[in-house]
């Protein structure tokens, strides 16, 4: 059986698009085919790991070209005659509901975002309101034509109240952190990913600098890099002027391979999502999971979702992120009280392992293709 991931705005080897979800569907024994806006020199299609690639036009920003990226969705989707497509934004879901009334085949809904807010934050403030309503009702209407509706966390699920919604958190494989190598306690505290001022940038180094003060031996990492060119002259400048340079470290960005032994050599793992989009407020990223399969106690913002898991598993200290003095608060107090933050660690750790690892995902994944091609 042949099912078609169709993509408008992800590249072709995203971690949860190919990763995790295709990756695993070729493991279960469907033949899978991801059709995805190609990358770098990317003009044919290939195999990868058991997974086909088909390239369309490059992701570019613009109506029109996004409007020629769907043509291509819908022109190769077609002829590869699948049986069940699984679109991943609301665009390429009216793809697949296209190809579904055409070819009689099946298609699931796959969200990653809260989309109305996210898009309706692109436009003008007088706007905003009507853009939001026009893809809220567009997304609305061709999710009612999916045969499965997968999310990527529950908040984000109750928005899709007509179908039963699975919720697929974006969660690690456990094998990439086994087995667990912890070494003693350290001052080393981590931000994993791509940082900017709406993920916490400023509010990071400012914590830093008060930190500093009361341990001087502390040392604040990033496992990826700026996600903004333009912010690189400022954060220099401010790590300068606070002396801060043998403190704060941007690794840049590591094959995904390296970034668990990166994880498990940290003492704690930071997240400081601004609570600027609706989007941020509910979501749940990838590093919380990261952070608690690397037995990392963490320092989260008290967001619904995060907050929520974080307080149900124990695993760490909830904070205002828009406070630099909480966020060095908290820190301060898990680096000075070691047995306490390891205990927090342990306890995320044990919650990866039974319930929040992909391994427990891809039951759920397969529950759900199970039903939809029966």
Known sequence: MKICMLTSGHHPTDNRIFHREAKSLAGMGYDVVVVAPSEGDMKDAVEEEGVQIVPVRPFRRGWVRRLGILWDLLRKGFTLRAHVYHCHEPESLWVGVLIKALRGARAIY?????????????????????????????????????????????????????????????????????????????????????ISPDRGLLVFLEALRQVRARIPDVRFQVVGDLKGGEDREWVEEFVRRHGL?????????????????????????????????????????????????????????????????????????????????????????????????????????????????????EEKLARVYDSVTL
């Open 110 to 194: 796959d969200v990653h975002e809260h989309w109305p807010s996210l898009i309706a934050d692109h436009f003008r403030a007088p706007l905003r309101r009507g853009a939001f309503v026009l893809v809220e009702i567009l997304e609305r209407f061709a999710s009612r034509r999916a045969d499965g509706l997968f999310a990527v966390s529950g908040a984000l699920g109750t928005w899709y109240n007509r179908k039963p919604v699975e919720v697929l958190y974006n969660c690690p494989p456990l094998r990439l952190f086994s087995p667990l190598r912890k070494g003693p306690p350290g001052r080393l505290v981590v931000y994993e990913g791509g």
């Open 245 to 361: 340079e043998p403190h704060f470290e941007l690794t840049g960005w590591l094959p995904y391979s390296e970034v668990p032994g990166r994880l498990m050599e940290a003492d704690i793992g930071v997240i400081l999502f601004q609570p600027l989009l609706y989007n941020n407020l509910i979501g749940v990223p990838n590093k919380l999971f990261e952070y608690m399969a690397a037995a990392l106690p963490v320092v989260a913002p008290h967001f619904p979702e995060m907050g929520r898991i974080v307080h149900e598993v124990g695993c760490g200290v909830l904070v205002n992120p828009t406070d630099p003095e909480a966020v060095a608060h908290a820190i301060v107090r898990l680096l000075s009280h070691p047995e306490e933050a390891q205990r927090m660690g342990k306890q995320g750790r044990r919650a990866v392992e039974e319930r929040y690892c992909w391994e427990r995902m």
